[in-house]
């Protein structure tokens, strides 16, 4: 039998919990539903004032906070609120405020106490989410500040323990146990960081090969390591860490060592750990057993998601990821084909170089060999390792790249020589192929092997593009082939012809016109950055953009950048492959709004790049 | 007795706020003669000074087979009690009704009733001594009052010999209130500005109330008490007395 309570019915049916509720139970829901609207700013609940429903948001967009004031949750259509009150004595715990013009169905609590005490799947969607909130808002809503907004030197809870560079190992193996500590930094004869040893580098460099400890501690430290500032946020020590593998990082302060952040001290900020799963890949065998960690990856994205860390962190995360297997991945090809005849550096190119990698992303990926590269004698070698690298990547998630930007082909395995030829020529002679394989290959990184070729080839770039009006004017017209649409209309995307569509791809549509947007003023200005936000930063820097704009594109680019992760989030956790299709229904009022003011921003900045570069 | 066609309705409104509801429930019932209707008086009414924050409200729509009262009838109803803080959509009741003449093609498109439901559906005269009661003592909510008005005047005048009146507020004037205040000037004209839509979802949309599938007779009532809060909300203090608000 219909329900006359239809709209509410359907409602229902659309939304998590209840979509899964038995028909009857569904309409009994519905018959048993009162409404209630509030006004933007507007209290909806106060702290302990007796609670009698379950509040679900029909429209609009909800705040609930701690007693301290502390913001608890947001949520928009389709969130509820105040089962935990309902749960706990049917007081008020979080009070809640309309943050947009809000409509709020009530679900009294009678009902509420029988779905939960009747069906199983939902009170678990009740308690999991009430626990996994409690959880992220915690453990990490302090950690997520910290992480974000605090300074590696809060971190610091002693001074560093060193040793001048005429020391042997032995003494400093000596100083490492008399002050318990695994690492020890090693400063040369003015006080600078000339090194530091682990207890892993006396393991592996000193005990291993059989040398005696009497040899000077320089022999077996990491000269000039990877430092952090001590006024750097604890996010960004986290990123480096994970770039480059490291369980040890010293902290600098003016120059002088003032501490050392070990990855313990971190790991602890960040529960999804990325840094767990990086260390893990570098303890894998063989790609079998790399493969078996991808429903890790995918879990440290949906937890770093879910944690609301922003896109530039999950980008680097999931690159620094990326980048370990393939690392990996060498060593692994290293170790069954034998060394390599002649030195080679591995590029990595497109997201992953760019820091902004996110789950569902294919491979570009190319070889830089060395100039005394002869095809005759050496080809079959790296022909084998691409394939290794190629295929065990495939089998991680990473698919193989339609367009052949891998270095098992053959243009993409050149020496040093061949590809400054390449850069020198697509910069000079822009055709359309070209162009394409510019915007692909000057986002590129050094992952494995002569790293300095990589930095060779950013710096030619660099030089090279900016001086050339030409090669910026046709990268500026292929950048204005994809453009924005409109904005959205009930469940719909406008474009700007007017023209509707029901699916909004987000990455060609959003992020990947931004990408290429940025590419350009950072080009045009000289950058060897490949990071979209860290490009924003010199742009902004370098004042090319009029005041304001360059600000206004970052946030524009975060927003939608954080819907195509959130997209890809949801399908994980719903057991659905990823992928950069949008359904603007899936979209709440709040997300849609600011979307659409981001591609307002991305549809002026087009336009001012099209007048910028005469394209 | 009162009845009042689509002509006089304007005038209705003319001395909507002289009009003392109070004293005029307590006229009716006194001279009303079915006792569905003195029933119906006798409840009373609040007076004109109430606060609208402690009036009973009962927002109610009517799908009908046309615009005009005389000629056409009423299809279904649609009614839910309400009250600033809630909207008791719990208790909302809806009706199929078998009108005085036939189904159009086109109300069939507009309501989507057909006439195979409406066939089996009962006579108003059967559903009156429950809806009476219903909307006894509260003051109605609508979005444009020629409708509801009129179509039961105009069905309860044939079937009790007698016509029915209440005071009702009235979402489309409440928005017109605001946005045709003043007509639209040559200037405006010129650069072929349009009227504001004082339609039921253009207004809700200005409130940022969701879009409803329209000509639902509960729907729609539960429409137009939503957009009732919302206009409260933002533009009346809940002290405001309800002969501000009705006619």
Same mark, same amino acid.
């Given at each position: 039998m219909e329900i006359e309570q239809i709209e509410i019915l359907e409602f229902l049916k659309r939304h998590p919990p209840f979509q899964e509720l038995p028909a009857e139970q569904l309409q009994q829901v519905?018959?048993?539903?009162?409404?209630?609207?509030?006004?933007?700013?507007?209290?909806?609940?106060?702290?302990?004032?007796?609670?009698?429903?379950?509040?679900?948001?029909?429209?609009? %967009?909800?705040?609930?906070?701690?007693?301290?004031?502390? !913001?608890?949750?947001? +949520?928009?259509?389709?969130?509820?609120?105040?089962?935990?009150?309902?749960?706990?004595?049917a007081k008020v715990r979080f009070p809640a405020t309309a943050l947009e013009d809000t409509l709020i169905y009530f679900i009294p609590d009678e009902i509420f106490q029988q779905l939960f005490d009747d069906n199983e799947f939902f009170a678990d969607y009740v308690q999991v989410g009430?626990?996994?909130?409690?959880?992220?808002?915690?453990?990490?809503?302090?950690?997520?500040?910290?992480?974000?907004?605090?300074?590696?030197?809060?971190?610091?809870?002693?001074?560093?323990?060193?040793?001048?560079?005429? %020391?042997?190992?032995?003494?400093?193996?000596?100083? +490492?146990?008399?002050?318990?500590?695994?690492?020890?930094?090693?400063?040369?004869?003015?006080?600078?960081?000339?090194?530091?040893?682990?207890d892993k580098d006396i393991r592996s460099r000193l005990? %291993?090969?059989? !040398?005696?400890?009497?040899?000077?501690?320089?022999?077996?430290?990491?000269?000039?390591?990877?430092?952090?500032?001590?006024?750097?946020?604890?996010f960004e020590a986290m990123m480096l860490m994970l770039r480059h593998n490291l369980h040890h990082l010293p902290v600098l302060k003016r120059?002088?060592?003032?501490?050392?952040?070990?990855?313990?001290?971190?790991?602890?900020?960040?529960?999804?750990?990325?840094?767990?799963?990086?260390?893990?890949?570098?303890?894998?065998q063989t790609v079998d057993e790399l493969q078996a960690l991808v429903p890790d990856v995918h879990a440290c994205f949906v937890r770093m998601v879910n944690e609301d860390a922003n896109s530039q962190m999950i980008g680097s995360a999931m690159a620094a990821i990326g980048r370990s297997f393939k690392q990996r991945l060498l060593e692994l090809a290293e170790a069954e084909l034998g060394p390599p005849p002649v030195p080679y550096c591995f590029l990595a190119l497109g997201s992953m170089a760019r820091d902004e990698q996110l789950v569902l992303t294919d491979q570009d990926n190319a070889l830089i060999l060395d100039n005394r590269f002869d095809p005759r004698l050496h080809d079959d070698y790296f022909k084998q390792l691409a394939s290794f690298v190629s295929d065990g990547l495939a089998a $991680?998630?990473?698919?193989? $790249?339609?367009?052949?930007?891998?270095?098992?082909?053959?243009?993409?395995?050149?020496?040093?020589?061949?590809?400054?030829?390449?850069?020198?020529?697509?910069?000079?002679?822009?055709? %359309?192929?070209?162009?394409?394989?510019?915007?692909?290959?000057?986002?590129?990184?050094?992952?494995?092997?002569?790293?300095?070729?990589?930095?060779?080839?950013?710096?030619?770039?660099?030089?090279?593009?900016?001086?050339?009006?030409?090669? !910026?004017?046709? +990268?500026?017209?292929?950048?204005?082939?994809?453009?924005?649409?409109?904005?959205?209309?009930?469940?719909?995307? +406008?474009?700007?012809?007017?023209?509707?569509?029901?699916?909004?791809?987000?990455? @060609?549509?959003?992020?990947?016109?931004?990408?290429? !947007?940025?590419r350009i003023h950072a080009l045009?200005?000289?950058?060897?950055?490949?990071?979209?936000?860290? @490009?924003?930063?010199?742009?902004?820097?370098?004042k090319v953009l009029p005041k304001g704009r360059a600000e206004d594109l970052r946030d524009a680019f975060e927003v939608i950048a954080m819907t195509r992760i959130r997209h890809q989030a949801a399908a994980l956790r719903n057991g659905e492959e990823p992928d950069n299709n949008v359904l603007p229904e899936q979209l709440s009022e709040f997300e849609r709004k600011h979307l659409k003011e981001a591609f307002q921003v991305l549809s002026n900045a087009q336009k001012f790049l099209k007048f910028h570069f005469k394209a | 007795m009162l009845y009042l066609g689509p002509d006089q309705a304007d005038q209705t409104k003319q001395d909507s706020t002289s009009t003392d509801w109070q004293q005029y429930y307590q006229q009716q019932a006194a001279i009303a003669k079915h006792p569905l209707l003195q029933q119906f008086y006798s409840n009373g009414m609040i007076a004109a000074s109430t606060p609208i924050s402690q009036v009973p409200l009962v927002a109610i729509d009517f799908e009908?087979?046309?615009?005009?009262?005389?000629?056409?009838?009423?299809?279904?109803?649609? &009614?839910?009690?309400?009250?600033?803080?809630?909207?008791?959509?719990?208790?909302? =009741?809806?009706?199929? &009704?078998?009108?005085?003449?036939? /189904?159009?093609?086109?109300?069939?498109?507009?309501? =989507?009733?057909?006439?195979?439901?409406?066939?089996?559906?009962?006579?108003?005269?059967?559903?009156?001594?429950?809806?009476?009661?219903?909307?006894?003592?509260?003051?109605?909510?609508? *979005? #444009?009052?020629?409708?509801?008005?009129?179509?039961?005047?105009?069905s309860v005048k044939v079937r &009790?010999?007698?016509?029915?009146?209440?005071?009702?507020?009235?979402?489309?004037? /409440?928005?017109?209130?605001?946005?045709?205040?003043?007509?639209?000037?040559?200037?405006?004209?010129?650069?072929?500005?349009?009227?504001?839509?004082?339609?039921?979802?253009?207004?809700?949309?200005?409130?940022?109330?969701?879009? #409803?599938?329209?000509?639902?007779?509960?729907?729609?009532?539960?429409?137009?008490?939503?957009?009732?809060?919302?206009?409260?909300? *933002?533009? #009346?203090?809940?002290?405001t007395p309800v002969s501000e608000l009705w006619c």
């Open positions: 519905a018959l048993s539903i009162d409404i209630g609207y509030f006004k933007a700013g507007s209290e909806i609940l106060r702290f302990n004032e007796p609670l009698q429903a379950l509040h679900l948001i029909r429209s609009g %967009a909800v705040e609930t906070y701690r007693r301290n004031g502390d !913001l608890y949750n947001r +949520m928009s259509e389709g969130g509820f609120f105040g089962e935990q009150g309902l749960l706990r004595g009430d626990s996994e909130r409690r959880k992220t808002s915690k453990a990490s809503s302090q950690a997520r500040a910290d992480l974000l907004g605090a300074t590696v030197s809060t971190l610091l809870s002693r001074e560093p323990v060193t040793i001048g560079s005429d %020391a042997s190992v032995w003494q400093a193996a000596q100083l +490492m146990t008399e002050q318990s500590v695994s690492s020890l930094l090693i400063l040369d004869t003015e006080q600078h960081l000339a090194g530091i040893i682990t005990v %291993a090969p059989g !040398l005696k400890s009497e040899i000077p501690v320089t022999d077996i430290m990491s000269a000039n390591p990877v430092t952090i500032e001590q006024q750097q946020y604890i120059q002088q060592p003032v501490g050392v952040i070990a990855i313990s001290d971190i790991i602890r900020f960040e529960s999804q750990s990325s840094l767990y799963v990086v260390s893990r890949i570098f303890r894998q $991680c998630g990473y698919t193989y $790249c339609t367009g052949k930007i891998m270095a098992t082909n053959p243009e993409w395995r050149q020496p040093l020589h061949v590809w400054q030829q390449y850069f020198q020529n697509w910069i000079s002679q822009p055709s %359309a192929e070209r162009l394409l394989h510019s915007s692909i290959f000057f986002d590129l990184d050094g992952v494995w092997g002569e790293l300095k070729w990589a930095e060779q080839l950013q710096q030619l770039v660099s030089k090279l593009a900016q001086k050339q009006p030409l090669f !910026l004017a046709s +990268m500026t017209r292929n950048a204005l082939s994809r453009t924005p649409p409109l904005g959205f209309f009930k469940d719909f995307v +406008m474009e700007q012809d007017g023209k509707q569509n029901n699916i909004l791809n987000i990455k @060609r549509r959003g992020t990947a016109p931004f990408v290429d !947007l940025i045009a200005i000289g950058s060897t950055e490949s990071n979209s936000f860290s @490009r924003l930063q010199q742009i902004i820097a370098a | 009908t087979t046309g615009l005009s009262a005389e000629d056409n009838g009423i299809v279904s109803i649609g &009614l839910v009690p309400f009250n600033l803080q809630r909207i008791f959509s719990s208790q909302a =009741r809806q009706w199929l &009704l078998k009108p005085r003449f036939a /189904l159009t093609d086109n109300s069939v498109t507009v309501h =989507r009733i057909t006439h195979s439901e409406v066939s089996n559906a009962p006579d108003l005269s059967a559903v009156l001594p429950e809806l009476l009661p219903l909307l006894a003592g509260k003051v109605a909510v609508v *979005h #444009y009052r020629q409708i509801e008005r009129n179509f039961l005047a105009a &009790l010999g007698e016509s029915i009146l209440f005071p009702v507020i009235d979402t489309l004037e /409440l928005e017109a209130r605001l946005h045709r205040a003043r007509p639209l000037s040559w200037w405006d004209k010129l650069r072929r500005r349009q009227q504001v839509s004082i339609r039921l979802d253009a207004s809700r949309s200005r409130y940022q109330l969701p879009p #409803y599938r329209p000509h639902h007779a509960v729907t729609d009532a539960i429409a137009s008490a939503e957009l009732f809060q919302a206009q409260l909300s *933002h533009r #009346y203090s809940p002290d």
